[in-house]
C-alpha cells in the first residue's frame, strides 16, 4: 500500500528589517519554526538580502524548515512576487516585462493581494488574465493577511476564476505575531514539493481565523492610509494622490461588481 504523503504548510508572502518588516530574518525563521510551517518565502520589496541571510542561517543551523527567496517588485501595473529567484528583480518595468525575467530565472509568479483597496498596490483582475493567457503567471493569492476584507468568507470564497492559476496564502507579515496568519498548504514537506504542487495547481489556501482583531485593524491603518496620502520612494510613478483614489475605485468596482460566483474548495481554521 502506498503511503499518503505529507500535507505541510507554507507562508508565502513575508518582511523582514531588509524592506519594511520589523524582524530580522533570523527571528522570522525561528517564529516560523514554532508555528509549525515547514516552508517561508521572505519577499521583501525589490530587495532578495533578507532572504539569502535567513537561508544561509537556515543551512548552518540545520533547522527543520526551508526558505524560499522570493521578492515582492514593484511593476507599472501593481506589485508582483517572485519566488525561487536566484537574482534581484528590477523594479518599475511592466507587469509582463517583471514576470519575463522571474520567468528566466526558473521561478514562479504569483499575485499578490489582486485589487487591493489600501495595503498595497494590486494588479487588476483584467492585467491577471492578459498575464494568465500568455503563461506569466502561476498562482493568484486568495488570502492575504493585510487586506482589510479578508474576514468576508463570502467574499475571498468567490473571487474571480482563473482556472490556469494556483490558489495560494500568505501573512504578508511585518511583525512575528501575523507571521503564518495566512498560509498554503501542500502535498510534502519542501520548497520543491510545494513548487511542485503549484505548477500542479494542487495547494490550498488557508487562514487562521475569519475576522479582524483590533490589533489588525490599528496595524491596517497605521501602515495603509499614511502608504496612500504620501510619496512611496520605491513606487515614484504610482505616488499621486488622484492616482490612488482611481485606483481605490477600480479595485471596489472590481471587488463588488465584477466578481463571477464559483465554487471554491479551500479551507479555513477557526
Request: hydrophobic share 35%; with cysteine.
Amino acid at each position: 500500500m502506498k503511503k499518503k504523503k505529507k500535507t505541510s504548510k507554507a507562508d508565502l508572502h513575508i518582511h523582514s528589517t531588509f524592506s519594511d518588516g520589523q524582524d530580522t530574518p533570523r527571528k522570522i525563521v525561528k517564529k516560523a519554526i514554532e508555528k509549525d510551517l515547514s516552508v517561508i518565502a521572505i519577499t521583501d520589496h525589490n530587495r532578495i538580502k533578507g532572504a539569502i541571510e535567513a537561508q544561509n542561517y537556515v543551512k548552518e543551523e540545520k533547522l527543520p524548515i526551508d526558505v524560499i527567496i522570493g521578492e515582492e517588485v514593484y511593476t507599472q501595473e501593481g506589485e508582483i512576487i517572485g519566488l525561487f529567484l536566484k537574482n534581484h528583480i528590477t523594479p518599475h518595468k511592466t507587469a509582463k516585462e517583471t514576470c519575463q525575467e522571474i520567468k528566466k530565472q526558473g521561478g514562479l509568479v504569483i499575485a499578490p493581494h489582486p485589487a487591493s483597496i489600501i495595503g498595497g498596490v494590486g494588479l487588476s483582475y483584467k492585467k491577471i488574465r492578459e498575464l494568465e493567457k500568455e503563461k506569466l503567471i502561476d498562482a493568484i493569492e486568495i488570502y492575504n493577511g493585510g487586506d482589510i476584507i479578508r474576514f468576508d468568507r463570502h467574499l475571498t470564497k468567490h473571487k474571480v476564476h482563473f482556472p490556469h492559476l494556483a490558489k495560494v496564502a500568505g501573512s504578508d507579515s511585518h511583525q512575528e505575531r501575523d507571521l503564518g496568519d495566512c498560509f498554503t498548504y501542500f502535498s510534502g514537506s519542501t520548497a520543491l514539493d510545494l513548487k511542485k504542487a503549484i505548477k500542479e495547481r494542487k495547494t490550498i489556501p488557508a487562514q487562521i481565523s475569519s475576522y479582524l482583531t483590533l490589533a489588525h485593524i490599528l496595524g491596517y491603518i497605521l501602515r495603509g492610509v499614511p502608504r496612500m496620502l504620501k510619496k512611496d520612494r520605491h513606487y515614484p510613478h504610482k505616488t499621486k494622490i488622484s492616482f490612488k483614489i482611481k485606483s481605490m475605485l477600480r479595485q471596489i468596482k472590481e471587488k463588488y461588481w465584477q466578481i463571477p460566483e464559483f465554487r471554491m474548495e479551500t479551507h479555513h481554521l477557526e
